[in-house]
């Protein structure tokens, strides 16, 4: 095994546990709410901003911006903040358009996107222009005689408790129960005293916050944070939740490191890779979608008649 | 009104059988429809009378098992392609286009009786006209023949009738494809008694301006069980109970025990 | 609602006033918008137009009575209509600008037709226009710098070329439905811009530049346009041959929403699955709708490349595909006419309120989000049929 083939190995599984983040908001918010929020991508490339607003603020107060404890506590700020988004969305917008046709909810989240995008660029101060994120943790350690970057192993730790968390919430918990309840049936749910709108305000702050987690380490990763990530990423988390199968956690994390291995693969491969690695990607989608309309993972829908 | 023996086989299913998943939903069904027969479908929820009409209109494959359209096997046909062949349907839970006009809605189910294409509409509209000004025409006509008040709303979205309405454009709907079988799920629904007695007479007017057209109703209301059909079959857990005129069958007990219940027990009794 | 021939009879000469008013007052009006330097007029303008629309859906009387107009003057209305639109230019002045944005306001009037087949015929969210949009502008373009072909024969060419790619992308939705379907469109429209993007016959993200003028009968497009000694800017043919693009398109929308695939559409709409137990085949007609998409955006490609003379892959992304979306929604679904006083509201107001159109993207979203919200019927709602009239 060469070093180039490990290291692609790592970069592979980091790329996949970030898109994870992201995808397995989408799996879960369609779960629950049976609508596609397709602004999911762009509220957790939010949290990247949030967190340089709150560090500059901080550090403006400190006078110590660059301390490690000033930038954990940005990140944590950064992730609770844009769960509320989540949650103020779903309360603003997308709440009218439960009972509505499957197409204007999706229009209007397609549109959710493009204002969040743009309000980024016009009110953070210099929003059209990349801002630098500095790298969560810096550094080597030596595995198996290659080294590995401690930051892959951090991210791949935190998506992995994350994730673990979630599926431990959603398994074991009173909440985690009444999600379950409203995402199979909303009317049977409400007559067990369960408050459906409880349960999406719930479900919106968890699947916003963990797609901060996402958004932070994708800007730590690329070393920057610009408005327009959330093109890609979001388009690709989405992706990754199609592929798996919409509702199903498993599969979006599948879906997740398979196009993180293709994007890898194409990009270690293939001339000008990097160029070409949507039109991979999509190709993927269109192919799995083609064979197997629910995706991977996802139930078969029969529909009623 | 009781159906020749000799009339000729129309429709039939032979050891159809579903699985959904680990769940069997309908389990080696048969079943015969002759011309001009009424046949009702009884069963408690759950039992596989939609399964039943959902292979038939080819919306579910069946997992083994055949259906045939006059000795013509319908398997693997689409379900646009099955409409074409003289197979119509309602739904339990009405499906009009709600936001057309009731004429549309019944325009529409002229479509496999049309033919202008999208070249048609633009090069030859004349004709293209033509021809949908003739299916509005056959339209309304249909729609005075099921009924005067309907035809009086013909140009209200469809989504403003009332529940007794909707069902009758849903009839109308589905009779302007010139059906040979024409299939009602739960047509009284959600109706009261004098708006299943008015539903019946219509029911009862379509038959008679169309003695050769079969009919299979899915229904719970036994006022119409007991009095439409000309023989009921009873579905209990996707399988076949029994078949027969409605005073043989509600005489079985297991057919009493299953379905029918108390309540039915003393109405047949009294 | 009364039914039109229940109206009293007589009132022709009435009629043919209001078909002779009513194009001409819009006329002036747009005349007014197009020349309007200072924002507060712009705003003014646009109140009036507000009241214009309250007051008439106030009046549903006012409204059937101009209706019933058309309708029944038919032909007088399409003389008119044509008498208006040749004769508009005449009425700018001069101003190169104002025709300018009368060329682009048509060209994304043809576009917003085009969608409005899939979105508000039969509901299909198609986030690819934009990308159709540019494959008939780099198929003509590329088919004129190195074929030599002229405009006219890259004009169907491109539209064919565009057509066969909306087949294609149409293909999955023969298998998938709503959030996976647009999840189609959009990778379709983000596989597309990074192709011209990245290859080299596309000139990668610098373009195509040089594409030669249209010539007609010897008389280049770049020529002033001479008219019984009165010379109109050279845009002035481009808006000439926009116009009768948009009429062509109109023509095209109008016979297909009354006809039996407008209805099939439609149904599919309203209820796929009725729509197929009604006998109709729900996977052709969805293609279908993508393929006429697709060959109404190839034709407006090919007029914008030929007409600006450059084309780079950042004016066909997924933005394009949004704006396009935004006017048929604000315009309003399935009505021909609301879709096309969307695409000239939307495409003129950011150009007009110079101090927000920095703002252009942002607004577009904030009016799907307030019209799905309040108003998703959009400005004019869609009308029910009539036969034999």
Redesign the interface.
Known sequence: MSELFFQQVVNWITLGSIYALIAVGFSLL?GVLN??H?SHGDVSLLAPFFALSVISALGSVLGDAGSFPVFLLGLVVAIAVTGCVGVLLDLV?IQ??RK?????A???T???G??LR??IR?LFPNGSNPHAFPRLVDGDIVLAGFPVPLFSLAVVAVSTLSVGALFFMLNNTRLGLHIKAVSQDRDAARLMAISPGRIFRATFFVASAIGAVGGLFFSSYAGMARFDFS?DVG?IG??AA?VGG?GSMPGAIIGSLMIAGLDTLVQAVVP?GA??R??FV??L??CV??FR?SGLLGRTL??K? | MAVSSSAPLVLEGENLTMRLGGLVAMAEVAFTLKRGEILGIIGPNGAGKSTLLNIITGIYIPSSGEVRLEGQRLNGVPAHKIVARGIARTFQSSRLFADLSVLDNVVIGRHTHTKAGVFDAIFRRRRAKAELEAAAAHAEDLLKSVSRGLHAQRHRPAGELAQADRRRLEIARALATDPKVLLLDEPSSGMDDSDTDALMDDIRAVCAQRPDLALMIIEHDMRLVASLPHRVMVLDYGQKLADGPYEEIRKIPRVQEAYLGRKATQHAGA | MAHPSTQPSGNALSAAFIVIAVPLIGAAFLRQFLLAEDWRLVLGLLALFAVVLVVLERLPALETRIETAFARQSRLALLVGIVVVLGFPFALGGNTYALHLCVISMLYAVLALALNFQLGSANIPNFATGASYGIGAYASALLALNFGVSFWLALPAAAVVATIFGFLLGIPSMRTRDSYLALVTIAFGVVVHQLLNNLDFTGGPNGLVGIPVPELFGHAFSDPLVVFGHALPPQANFYYLSALLVFISIVFAERLHDSRVGLAWNALRADELAARCQGINVTWYKVLAFAVDAFLAGFAGTIYAFYVGFISPDNFTFLVSVTIMTMVIAGGMDNILGVIVGAFLLTLLPEKLRAFSDYRILFFGVTVILFLMIRPQGLFPQRLRRYGD
Not at chain 1, 100 to 104: F, G
């Open positions: 369609f609508i596609i397709f917008v009218r358009f509505a046709p499957a197409m204007m999706l229009v209007a397609v549109a959710l493009i204002v743009e309000l016009h093109i388009l989405f992706s199609v919409l000008n160029s070409y949507l039109v999509f190709l989608v269109i979608l083609v309309p029969v529909e008649v």
